[in-house]
């Protein structure tokens, strides 16, 4: 029972140990002792003129400004087992992103059945991040915590300003409401790229057709639409200072000495002069139609969607003095199919049931890398048990892991002492989801309503490095056998003779402990599917609700993350992630998403 580690620490204040880890924290002492704190403040501004030049011309103008203020602190506490005398980090900066764009535009009606409305304008995007971080550790009088009684600390400056100019138009155009088409070009300019290679211009075409407005369809088809697009988008680096080395005054030095310059998150990244935009160009086809009398509608969308030169943190050897680098890695290949069923299979006065599916499959294929490369390292677990590649012919983000090794007949192989063998460094599977799935139901009775959602995604594979770790302190129900009697094995050894050993209760520990080199037994299915919402609701009648006019009011119960229908993955919830980086697939520590009930009060004046 979890409950016994509360509330975490004896009564010096130390954590009480879980685990023969202490990075393994006791969960009740981070509850109980671990503080966080932030702050944000947030102001987005808008402003914008426009001046007729003709009664179908104008010209317009427009300004915005979207400024973010943040303030954090967290303190790793006095008595923290990896931290006996604890830790501080304070972080403060301010961001602003200023838009500008003017833009002429002109529309017009011509041959009768025939509309027109062109665009064509500029846009300058500059952004800037300006702040601080301080990390203090070891507080010199124990749980005091502040800046001030730290034994050292490291100052952090962090500045970044980027920008980005664009010219644009478009022209759409449409006939008789039946026939429309879109037409659109863009150049964009980079400011986190090098002069040459700077820039990048990127067009679209789409159209579509209302079928059911052109031809007379059967009388149980009320609407169908048919579409097409071909577009390129484009993109630049996101490094601001990432094409040349760069040097920064070391923080606190008394002398003018200099360091590499890190980038906003306080990393060193090698620079690369040479990256160059990169480019995804789609081409989609789709239909939309509604049936019996709107009570069935379809939305079917195919994609097939190439990227080009994508730019891709990539981890390097700690032994260069960095921690990555940015490069271009090739093309990406993404194709799959939308899918939108929306349904009434009841409709009463009084009564009606609702229904909306979603359905969408992505196949994705890493089809080129760098010259000469056919894989490329993403990034890798704690301890380097499983690491993430890309390759080429596969899905991005391969999770490669150690296999149990065996000979050719299938037979396990020990080494002298009864531990299993490491076998090769194999792919075990993608850690991005292909597929995914929802499901909504929603009632309405009276003034009642009721409605759950049902989501999932399947088919990737997830690495843990809880259950590894709970492998290794035998916490698992699979470490249980042995322990009374020892562990009776059979196979070969490397010398594939046959191999029989029992493994002594003294050493059942380092048995289970040696399959952290055998990976492969810690990546499991990741596909879920989850209660992810529920909702009841009641309007409330408002015609007795005091002198104010209210149009509606409602109030509902919603429940969030409740439940986990199905999973595979034993222990962890599958949607937890070890990163938010391009390494997806991984697991350590994780907890669950958080269940949340709330009530929610809604006025429409």
């Known amino acids: 029972d979890i409950r016994s580690l509360a509330p975490g620490y004896d009564a010096s204040g130390n954590e009480i140990l879980w685990n023969s880890s202490g990075f393994a924290t006791n969960p009740y002492f981070t509850i109980n002792r671990f503080q966080q704190k932030d702050t944000k403040n947030r102001f987005i501004g808008y402003a914008s003129v426009k001046y007729n030049l003709l009664d179908n011309l104008f010209i317009k103008g427009r300004v915005s400004d979207d400024y973010l203020s943040y303030e954090y602190t967290g303190i790793t506490p006095t008595g923290t087992a990896y931290a006996p005398q604890g830790a501080i980090s304070v972080v403060n900066y301010n961001t602003a992103e200023i838009n500008s764009e003017l833009t002429l535009n002109y529309n017009t009606r011509f041959l009768k059945d025939f509309n027109a409305n062109v665009l064509a304008g500029g846009n300058q995007q500059k952004h800037t991040l300006n702040g601080l971080e301080v990390d203090g550790s070891n507080f010199n009088i124990p749980f005091f915590y502040s800046l001030s009684n730290v034994n050292s600390s490291v100052t952090l400056p962090r500045y970044s300003k980027t920008a980005v100019n664009s010219v644009f138009a478009y022209a759409d155009f449409d006939y008789k409401s039946i026939v429309y088409l879109s037409v659109t070009g863009r150049n964009d300019w980079f400011s986190t790229l090098s002069l040459d290679q700077d820039h990048i211009f990127y067009p679209s075409v789409s159209g579509s057709f209302i079928l059911s407005e052109a031809v007379k369809l059967p009388s149980w088809i009320n609407y169908a639409k048919l579409r097409g697009s071909w577009a390129q988008v484009g993109g630049g680096a996101p490094n601001p200072y990432g094409i ?88 990406i290949n993404n194709k799959g199919i939308e899918l939108l069923l929306t349904g009434r299979p009841v409709k009463a006065s009084h009564f009606s049931w609702d229904v909306t599916y979603t359905y969408s499959y992505n196949k994705n294929t890493v089809e080129r890398l760098a010259a000469g490369q056919n894989s490329f390292f993403l990034g890798t677990s704690v301890n380097s048990y499983v690491s993430v590649y890309a390759e080429v012919g596969k899905p991005y983000g391969q999770i490669q892991a150690y296999q149990l090794k065996k000979d050719a007949q299938g037979r396990t192989v020990y080494a002298a002492n009864g531990n299993e063998e490491q076998g090769n460094l194999v792919d075990m599977g993608t850690g991005v989801a292909p597929s995914a799935i929802s499901i909504t139901n929603s009632f309405n009775y009276h003034r009642f309503n009721f409605s759950f959602l049902i989501d999932g995604k399947y088919g990737n594979k997830i690495y843990s490095g809880t259950n590894l770790y709970a492998d290794r302190f035998g916490l698992l129900k699979s470490t249980l056998p042995g322990r009374d009697n020892g562990l009776a094995l059979n196979g070969v050894d490397d010398n594939d003779q046959p191999f029989t050993y029992t493994v002594p209760v003294s050493n059942i520990a380092t048995f289970y402990d040696n399959r952290k080199n055998i990976s492969s037994f810690f990546v499991y299915d990741g596909s879920f599917i989850k209660l992810r919402q529920v909702i009841l609701g009641y309007n409330v009648p408002t015609k007795n609700i005091g002198p104010i006019r209210i149009q509606s009011l409602n109030l509902s119960f919603v429940g969030r993350n409740l439940l986990i229908l199905y999973k595979k993955a034993p222990n962890i919830d599958p949607e937890s992630t070890f990163t938010a980086g391009n390494e997806q697939g991984m697991e350590m520590f994780g907890v669950p998403r958080v269940r949340s009930y709330g009530l929610n009060l809604m006025v429409k004046f």
């Open 244 to 331: 040349n080395l760069t040097y920064t005054q070391v923080a606190g030095s008394t002398m003018p000495l200099q360091e590499i310059t890190r980038d906003a998150n306080g990393n060193l990244v090698i620079p690369n002069s040479k990256l160059k935009p990169y480019t995804s160009q789609t081409v989609e086809v789709g239909a939309e139609m509604k049936f019996f009398n709107n009570r069935l509608g379809l939305d079917l969308a195919l994609y097939n969607r190439s990227t080009i030169n994508d730019i891709v943190p990539a981890n390097v050897d700690p032994l260069s003095g960095f921690t990555s680098a940015y490069l271009n890695i090739g093309k």
